[in-house]
């Protein structure tokens, strides 16, 4: 399988490389933005022509949340656009897109695990911006997954838990204030990215939600993480009115997965589970073998 991945710079690209260059069956193109910037229409059809691959993932995003608020067109001709040009592609030259999305297309005010085709209601310029790209993906390419997910942390770049543990050992900070009243479900890139790794051999398209199982706050997942890196500081529990930030988040964006498991995939293990794996990971050999 021909393989070209988009975004490999990013948390999420990095680990599909990781596990897919083990993988003797995928032969992978992965390209950075510096190599395939996707808001470039005639660079990303070149791309495709070029390399015809089978499956496009798109793990390419404008992911700054808060930013987005005033960056917007930047923010829209990523996650728009961008997702739009590569569809087009995908559509033009009969390979699949597999195409990254987010639980913050939803307002957060369900009261039960989202499902796949319950409507979204986007609060924050990020969450427009990415189910507009959604909403191309699924209007250009036929053969599309589309795949939400939600809370990533992985071993590389940018994400909550490594915020977390360098404002853990930080000596100069005496506690941690972290909002408990967002709900969601995080999740370690390595169990998503073999999940894309299994859907894209497959010809189930349509929309899925794939999170860790589970659901916590952003204040419990904190004292999970310091627990597990056996930090002792206090983390204090606060209300999102308490951490004013520019972009509004969904109070609850649990997504449910019955939809991966009627098609005979298994659910991702628990949040909890994955935390402490991934605590495992990045002091052992990382476990691609058991992908
Ligand atoms: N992070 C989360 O918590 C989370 C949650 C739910 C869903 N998601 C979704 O998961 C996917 C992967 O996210 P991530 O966490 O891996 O984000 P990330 O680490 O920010 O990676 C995104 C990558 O996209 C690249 N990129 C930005 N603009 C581009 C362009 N014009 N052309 C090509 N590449 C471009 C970025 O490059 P630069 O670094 O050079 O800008 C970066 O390498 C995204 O679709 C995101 O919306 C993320």
């Not at 069956?25 to 470039?40: A, G, I, K």
């Not at 997954?145 to 942390?153: C, D, K, N």
């Not at 189930?204 to 860790?212: C, I, K, L």
């Amino acid at each position: 399988m021909k393989l070209l991945l988009t975004g490999a710079g990013g948390q999420l690209g990095r680990e599909i490389i990781n596990i897919a260059k083990r993988q003797s069956d995928v032969e992978l193109h992965p390209l950075s933005r510096r190599e395939l910037d996707v808001t470039n229409r005639s660079q990303v059809i070149r791309t495709v022509m070029t390399i015809k691959p089978d499956v496009i993932i798109n793990a390419s995003a404008y992911t700054s949340v808060d930013q987005a608020e005033t960056d917007t067109e930047d923010a829209l001709t990523v996650n728009a656009h961008g997702s739009q040009y590569i569809a087009e592609a995908a559509q033009e030259y009969n390979c699949k897109m597999c195409h990254i999305s987010t639980d913050y297309v939803f307002d957060g005010r369900s009261t039960r695990p989202y499902e796949e085709n319950d409507p979204v209601n986007p609060i924050s310029v990020y969450g427009h911006s990415k189910a507009l790209g959604e909403k191309y993906v699924r209007q250009i390419c036929e053969k599309h997954f589309i795949v939400r997910t939600s809370w990533l942390y992985s071993a590389y770049g940018a994400n909550f838990v490594h915020t977390m543990l360098r404002l853990g050992n930080d000596p100069g900070v005496e506690s941690v204030r972290v909002v408990n009243d967002q709900t969601g479900s995080p999740t370690w890139t390595f169990d998503f990215a073999c999940f894309l790794l299994q859907l894209i051999q497959t010809e189930y398209y349509g929309t899925y939600h794939v999170s860790n199982s589970g659901s916590t706050t952003w204040y419990e997942f904190t004292k999970e993480i310091f627990r597990l890196a056996s930090i002792a500081k206090p983390v204090v529990p606060v209300q999102t009115s308490e951490f004013p930030r520019p972009a509004r988040r969904p109070a609850y964006s649990v997504l449910g997965s019955k939809k991966i498991v009627e098609q005979g995939f298994q659910p991702l293990r628990s949040w909890n589970d994955a935390l402490i794996a991934y605590f495992q990971s990045i002091k052992e050999v990382l476990p691609y073998e058991d992908c």
